[in-house]
């Protein structure tokens, strides 16, 4: 090389970026990235990718380990002078490679990398995580200088490189003045507007967000800031659960104190490679079905942070899991903030719900009492796949856990236990909806079905009436609400080993007159009157029609500000109860009377309040108070 052309090399030259850049970049500044913090994540991914290089050459190349030295990333704030460098003693760059990687858009300096390793037979993988192209103009978001000083690691003979730019359409290039392998990027703050971001605490913060997993050491200034260890992509066999625990406390433990309950943790390479770690929180937050985006699932690549809380990742009925997901082949846009269209995410969402549900199953069967807790916290939530997630329905039935009759409220009772218990003749699954444990338990519904013994599931969740809706059979038996349409069990003993007369005795005129009277002073408040099968202690009860919106159903979909029209119900009668027997001797001897009318309003207030409601208080209580008075004057009377 002449004098003449050395000096020429060592000259500062101001070149053109190519394919139109000063578009580009004003998309990328502008539009492509929504969150400017994200440069910090794009820089250490590539200091990142320049340590991993070295790293792998460097098994064949001992002379470049020794040039380079242990691998660490190095971010300085001067708060002074405005800017913040982000350093590393990587792969290094030639002043052609400078140019050719960080003059052209969209050019990488990684896929050029991993272009020459398809020919080496070795089978070792070079994880690369970020790329100089596209991710190093995210600097220009909140800088109005970049400088880049590099020094190969792969030449030692090559002079060192200066490449600066203002991203404005050319950069500048000259030798530069560093001494050791390795590229130093650093970034001059623009205007007032980010001076937020020279502080230690900030940038310390921000390497905890995006790069806390980043498998090289990164430093602020002297101290050690990220934590380097990804334990998900450890094997099981190697982890500890006091690990585990530190894990889940330091991803979640400041939003979700306390232990996990449970941990989901298994890979997978083909047909694509990912590394799941998830936990079951012990405790539900209030706030778990409320918005989702700050919590759920992590998703990494390659050990970088792309968003917190993917909701793609797992169906919406299991959004109580926490964790990470990390994986190398996913398809992210080109900002690495959105993710593509990917089927990919579908596979790794069907391996997770099989994962989880499978998890649950060992457990339920494993330790009960263990299941029994995480149903107290999540199973409002899990019941929701049971009408969301066809292909996984028989899984989520066998997780359902319901308190019985044949149970306190504390205990719950699965469907398969429920079955093991069913009398010999029983039909059918039978259970009832209703809004509290406690109305559901002085039910009149329940009546006929303890004196025969048959064990009823009582639903008192709001969601409940969804599950039996999408579920319907379970192992081939039907779910039937005792609260809709007739019930028998004239075939079924009573718990008395007695057998229920099977013939059906005639109504009387007299109480056929009772009824239709009944009928007519509460008109269109009933969508009938009519004896019933189901009594046994009770004087009435309300009961749906085949096929009606059952009342906490409404309470549903009013809770979902759905208008539904609230269906007539019918009003059954206990013929062999004392007040209606009375009440047809009084319509016999004055159907227009006063007392026919008041006691028929009563039956119907009767059954309300059986069920909580009590739509005209005013008016129950003014029926009351007459029927009071007329009972105490006779009783005054008498004496």
Aim: glycine residues 6%; negative net charge; hydrophobic residues 35%.
């Amino acid at each position: 090389m002449t004098d003449t052309e050395a000096k020429e090399k060592d000259a500062a030259q101001e070149l053109p970026f190519q394919a139109e850049t000063k578009q580009v970049l004003h998309l990328m500044v502008h539009s492509l990235y929504t969150n400017k913090e994200v440069f910090l994540r794009e820089l250490i991914a590539n200091a990142s990718d320049a340590l991993d290089k070295v790293r792998f050459l460097a098994v064949t190349d001992h002379a470049m380990a020794e040039r380079v030295g242990p691998p660490e990333i190095i971010i300085q704030v001067d708060r002074e002078s405005k800017t913040i460098t982000v350093e590393e003693n990587g792969i290094g760059m030639t002043r052609q490679e400078a140019i050719d990687n960080l003059g052209t858009i969209a050019h990488s300096g990684t896929v050029e990398f991993l272009k020459k390793l398809q020919t080496d037979k070795d089978e070792t993988r070079a994880n690369l995580i970020g790329q100089f192209g596209v991710g190093f103009y995210s600097a220009f978001i909140v800088a109005d200088r970049v400088d880049v000083e590099s020094r190969s690691a792969r030449d030692p003979d090559a002079e060192p490189v200066l490449w600066r730019s203002s991203g404005e359409g050319s950069f500048f290039i000259t030798k530069g003045e560093r001494d050791r392998p390795g590229t130093k990027v650093t970034v001059h703050i623009k205007g007032d507007e980010n001076d937020d971001l020279l502080s230690d605490w900030r940038i310390e913060a921000l390497i905890k967000k995006y790069t806390d997993f980043v498998s090289h050491p990164i430093k602020l200034g002297e101290k050690a800031v990220n934590q380097t260890t990804a334990l998900w992509m450890r094997p099981r066999s190697e982890i500890k659960q006091e690990q585990y625990d530190e894990f889940y406390a330091h991803v979640h433990g400041a939003m979700e104190p306390g232990t996990p309950l449970e941990r989901i943790h298994f890979s997978a390479d083909a047909p694509i490679q990912y590394n799941v770690l998830l936990f079951i929180p012990s405790k539900a937050p209030v706030d778990l079905l409320m918005d989702t985006k700050k919590k759920g699932i992590r998703l990494y690549a390659k050990r970088m942070f792309v968003m917190d809380g993917c909701e793609r990742l797992a169906p919406p009925y299991l959004q109580f899991l926490r964790g990470v997901v990390d994986s190398e082949d996913l398809s992210l846009n080109v900002s690495r903030e959105i993710l593509q269209d990917d089927r990919k995410l579908d596979v790794i969402k069907k391996a997770i719900t099989k994962q989880t549900l499978k998890a649950l199953q060992t457990m339920a069967e494993e330790q009960p009492e263990k299941y029994q807790n995480f149903w107290k916290e999540f199973g409002r939530l899990l019941r929701l796949g049971v009408s969301s997630d066809p292909a996984n329905q028989e899984s989520i039935g066998k997780l359902l856990r319901y308190p019985s009759t044949a149970t306190t409220d504390e205990e719950l009772t699965s469907l398969d236990a429920y079955i093991g218990r069913m009398k010999e003749g029983q039909k059918a699954i039978y259970y009832l909806t209703g809004p509290s444990l406690k109305a559901l338990r002085s039910s009149p519904h329940l009546e006929v079905f303890r004196r025969k013994g048959v064990e009823v599931l009582l639903m008192h969740e709001a969601v409940d009436e969804w599950v039996v809706g999408g579920l319907f059979t379970y192992d081939k038996k039907n779910f039937e609400s005792i609260a809709h349409g007739t019930v028998d069990l004239s075939d079924l003993p009573n718990v008395d080993g007695q057998q229920d007369d099977q013939s059906e005795p005639s109504l009387d005129a007299q109480m056929q007159a009772c009824v239709k009277r009944i009928e007519e002073v509460l008109g269109d408040r009933v969508k009938q009157v009519r004896t019933s099968s189901r009594l046994t202690d009770s004087a009435s009860c309300l009961v749906s029609d085949e096929g009606d919106v059952s009342p906490q159903m409404e309470r549903v979909m009013r809770m979902l500000d759905r208008e539904v029209e609230s269906p007539k119900r019918i009003l059954e009668l206990n013929p062999k109860h004392e007040l209606v027997k009375n009440l047809a001797l009084m319509v016999a001897a004055e159907p227009e009377s006063e007392d026919v009318i008041t006691f028929s309003e009563l039956l119907l207030d009767q059954a309300m309040l059986a069920e909580g409601v009590v739509p005209d208080p005013s008016g129950l209580l003014a029926r009351m108070q007459r029927v009071a008075t007329a009972a105490s004057q006779r009783t005054r009377q008498s004496r």
